[in-house]
């Protein structure tokens, strides 16, 4: 069972929440929100909240189906951010000229995922 979690339009660049999410891609759930909680980067509030929305949406979608959840078991399958738009400013410059700021967005999708449990162990 996997449970799935996005941010639109999150005003920090794609680039700063790449580093954050490459950090935590692969990682069981509750390593992952204690590594994010103690990140110094600006990006890691908004990856945190993107991944306890994604933990909450399983524990949900277990009890939709009514299946057992553990959220030890969880980890984090898939992690990506893509780009959003660009707001376009432009801020005065020498003689005249204007300089462009790009104010760029991203989208943040977390994908969590319960281990399978073989033989009564998880894999």
Request: net charge positive; glycine share 6%; no cysteine.
């Amino acid at each position: 069972m996997e449970a799935k979690a996005q941010a639109k339009f999150v005003r920090v660049t794609p680039m700063k929440a790449r580093r954050v999410v490459d950090v935590v891609r692969g990682k069981d759930a509750g390593a992952a929100v204690s590594t994010l909680t103690f990140a110094p980067q600006a990006a890691a509030v908004t990856v945190l909240k993107v991944l306890e929305s994604a933990i909450a949406n399983a524990r949900v979608k277990a009890e939709q189906e009514g299946l057992a959840f553990n959220e030890d078991r969880l980890f984090i399958s898939e992690a990506f951010v893509d780009e959003g738009p660009t707001m376009k400013r432009f801020r005065p410059r020498a003689q005249g000229r204007a300089g462009r700021i790009n104010k760029r967005t991203s989208h943040i999708t977390l994908v969590v995922t319960q281990r399978e449990e073989t033989n009564g162990r998880t894999q």
